[in-house]
């Protein structure tokens, strides 16, 4: 890439070219480019500038920690923690077992219950997971995929039994499977099953739960897989595109569903870069929104994102130093304009985080929105000559990237001949060059390290909680009415064969009973497994 001038990136004080993380070069001074009528105002199309008028002047983002692990008791526990400690919305974290669709007395699951997540198999589990916490005022966010119809069902089940207004739930289900092939790897069925999968809920969430996002359309873990920003943003918003014409396909009107479309970004190091990316988001989906799709409400050409900080950013070398990286990675995303934002524990690249880490990571949150003053004004950052030219570079690098992915057939075609996985793999290759060659450096790990190893205590789930949760399971299929049960299940698998939308059959099955993995096989019987694109 060239700079803005036409000429080579410049070098800095150590003779490396100074580019950003996604390569864009950065010249030594900026004098404006934009003329700030052009900008727009906050809370105006095209939204680069925030999507609320007033934003944090009227109300502070909503503030998260990633949790879940062990059973559905100790997950009720943290979340209690957390909430006395001034947490504002509930985001759940489940484990492979749970994500993969395997009840935790499965064969497969051995090893692994409890260990990244909670292990959820049943409504008996749901109900534990959320006693004494009222759905009707929290909002929670649940990070599942393959499954996260059922888990949404799970979660409607027990808010029904306690008189909420469905109408009135607030929260999240990840849902977004696309990026599952993409990146992270936790899919059970092919590509365009789990995309009829993903729309089912969209379109059950569009009439049953209007306040509920159906999908958390994920940039985070394509950048986690080795992306730059520019991926991150291309693949992400390709992914949307093909949500949305998914649904419309199925019939729902554009302004029903939009509006209720959530994005997900990472927060990784880049300052300026990374807030330039929130920035350019806005914009590049206001304009596909209202130019591609035609829609006509101002909510459905709003992109509402939570934010997470950059996970694979952290090191186990010098663990402290995360507290640090993650403070900056958190006001970037504040800058940027995020309705919801997770901040990682310091401790998380040696384990799940420790009631210690988590307090501290919350609080990081909090004296940014308390005593740094970053909320007073919108869009602080607004005008900057830099700034507006790194959005501008990631927009139009953006668009570059989503016009290829159009000739190339598509997403789902890209994700079946492997282009995406393969540019993704490239990017991450290219990073851990750089690092290893010492081009970029990493404070602690190549760079200042210290040979002295330092001790941190870790958060460590028993292997004895796979034999507890087999016998809660065993317990709760004894107690079910089995030939209600078993028609539930029957007329759950007519539907998915019939494509039917299966989430009131999920709904009907597991208020019957039925378990997480029993669900899944059904699906694995009508749609079948997918296998991994190897490249060869």
Not at 277 to 294: D, H, T, V
Request: charged letters at 25%.
């Amino acid at each position: 890439m060239k700079s803005s001038s036409g000429k080579a990136p410049s070098k800095g004080f150590d003779g490396r070219k100074i580019t950003t993380a996604s390569g864009i070069p950065v010249d030594r001074i900026y004098t404006q480019t934009v003329k700030a009528d052009a900008l727009g105002n906050p809370g105006e199309y095209p939204f680069t500038r925030g999507v609320q008028r007033d934003m944090y002047r009227g109300r502070l983002w909503t503030m998260r920690q990633y949790a879940g692990f062990g059973s559905a008791k100790e997950s009720n526990k943290r979340y209690k923690y957390l909430l006395a400690q001034g947490q504002t919305g509930l985001s759940v974290a489940f484990d492979l077992p749970t994500q993969l669709g395997l009840d935790p007395d499965h064969q497969r699951a051995k090893g692994e219950v409890g260990k990244v997540g909670v292990s959820i198999a049943c409504l008996d589990d749901m109900r534990r997971l959320f006693d004494g916490i009222d759905q009707a005022k929290v909002s929670t966010s649940m990070t599942i995929n393959a499954t996260a119809g059922t888990l949404l069902a799970l979660y409607v089940a027990v808010a029904k039994e306690r008189g909420a207004n469905l109408r009135e739930l607030r929260g999240t289900v990840q849902n977004d499977l696309l990026k599952e092939f993409a990146a992270r790897g936790n899919y059970i069925y092919p590509p365009r099953p789990s995309l009829k999968l993903t729309t089912d809920v969209i379109d059950f969430c569009a009439k049953e739960l209007p306040k509920w996002n159906p999908i958390s359309i994920s940039g985070y873990h394509i950048r986690e897989a080795g992306s730059n920003a520019i991926q991150e943003l291309a693949f992400t918003l390709a992914n949307a595109i093909t949500y949305v014409e998914a649904a419309l396909e199925r019939g729902l009107d554009i302004d029903d569903f939009a509006g209720r479309l959530s994005f997900f970004w990472n927060v990784h190091n880049d300052f300026l870069e990374e807030i330039s990316k929130f920035r350019a988001s806005r914009r590049l989906w206001a304009e596909l929104m209202k130019n591609r799709f035609g829609a006509k409400k101002e909510t459905s050409l709003m992109l509402r994102f939570h934010a997470q900080t950059a996970g694979s950013s952290l090191t186990a070398q010098q663990p402290e130093n995360n507290i640090v990286r993650v403070a900056y990675q958190s006001l970037a995303a504040i800058l940027g304009g995020c309705q919801s934002l997770h901040t990682n524990g310091f401790d998380e690249a040696l384990a799940l985080p420790t009631e210690r880490s988590a307090r501290i990571a919350l609080r990081t949150q909090q004296i940014l929105a308390h005593e740094t003053g970053v909320v007073n004004t919108v869009d602080p950052l607004g005008g900057s000559y830099f700034i507006e030219h790194l959005t501008e570079e990631l927009v139009r690098n953006t668009r570059t990237y989503l016009a290829q992915i159009e000739e190339r057939g598509g997403v789902v075609r890209c994700l079946e001949t492997g282009f995406i996985q393969s540019e993704i793999s490239a990017s991450a290759y290219k990073v851990a060059q750089a690092m290893e060659k010492n081009e970029t450096i990493v404070v602690g790990v190549n760079q200042y390290v210290e040979s002295r190893a330092e001790k941190n205590a870790i958060l460590r789930i028993s292997e004895k909680l796979r034999t507890e949760r087999t016998r809660e399971l065993a317990r709760s299929r004894k107690n079910r009415n089995n030939k209600k049960a078993k028609m539930a299940l029957k007329e759950l698998e007519m539907a998915a064969k019939e494509d039917r939308n299966t989430i009131p059959y999920v709904l009907a099955y597991v208020e019957n009973g039925g378990t997480l993995g029993e669900i899944s096989d059904v699906f694995r019987l009508v749609y079948g497994v997918h296998s991994e694109f190897t490249g060869i």
